[in-house]
């Protein structure tokens, strides 16, 4: 069965570095989305991709995120400059259809800011 | 209140017992979903529910959707330990970039 992963699985950086967080959404899906959840907190919207573009993001997807489909296949997600507050649980999901279909998650990346 | 909030919080039954958690919300939606989350991983989904539909099946889950209410609920029949789990709901409203809106989960405990 067709899913979503991404990688690293863990991720550890020091406060003000940059950091890449990598998706390969299901092949033939056409809308990405990116997810995060602090820990002990629900899960919150960032950002949905569709043909290239953002078609909305989130009051807490500022300048400081960005996302890019460099090929085909993979999704990223880049903070710039990492915050303590930026420390969660980043998924990565898609789905066939935005507003009429099941979002697939991935297993998510944890992001931890020293 | 938020969108997509889920009742109880927590929820601790005996295996073989059925377990219900509800979901409510506040604007329109197309579509409700249920997921899961085990402890610190990812998030399986479990059923999506179109706001014209009112009551889907999948296996021994049901779940249910009252768009005059806004709410749903998640009806997990002869429970197992393995469904020990959190359990959430999140809402697509009408709009068409599939943002999704969950909950803060109903932590379910399975006792064997």
């Known amino acids: 069965e067709p899913e979503v992963t991404q990688t690293p699985s863990h991720q550890v950086t020091q406060m003000g570095q940059e950091v890449i967080l990598r998706c390969v959404p299901i092949?033939?899906?056409?809308?990405f989305y990116w997810y995060r959840q602090i820990l002990g907190q629900k899960v919150e919207f960032l950002v949905s991709?569709?043909?290239?573009?953002?078609?909305?993001k989130s009051e807490i997807f500022d300048d400081q995120f960005s996302v890019e489909r460099p090929d085909g296949s993979n999704f990223t997600l880049k903070i710039r400059s990492t915050k303590l507050e930026d420390s969660a649980m980043y998924f990565c999901?898609?789905?066939?259809?935005?507003?009429?279909?099941?979002?697939?998650f991935g297993p998510g990346t944890r992001l931890t800011v020293l | 209140s938020q969108q997509g909030e889920e009742d109880p919080q927590a929820l601790s039954i005996q295996e073989g017992e059925n377990a219900t958690m509800n979901c409510s919300y506040k604007?329109?939606?197309?579509?409700l979903q249920w997921y899961r989350q085990n402890s610190g991983r990812g998030l399986v989904h479990l059923i999506l529910?179109?706001?014209?539909?009112r009551e889907k099946h999948s296996g021994r889950l049901r779940v249910t959707l009252d768009t005059s209410k806004k709410s749903s609920s998640l009806l997990i029949t002869a429970s197992r330990a393995a469904d020990t789990a959190s359990y959430f709901c999140?809402?697509?409203?009408?709009?068409?970039?599939?943002?999704?809106?969950f909950g803060q989960g109903t932590t379910l405990q399975v006792k064997p």
């Open positions: 092949s033939n899906h056409l809308y």
């Open positions: 991709f569709y043909n290239n573009e953002i078609s909305e």
């Open positions: 999140a809402t697509d409203r009408s709009s068409n970039t599939g943002k999704l809106i």
């Open positions: 604007t329109s939606i197309n579509n």
């Open positions: 999901a898609s789905s066939g259809v935005a507003g009429r279909d099941t979002q697939y």
């Open positions: 529910i179109r706001s014209n539909e």
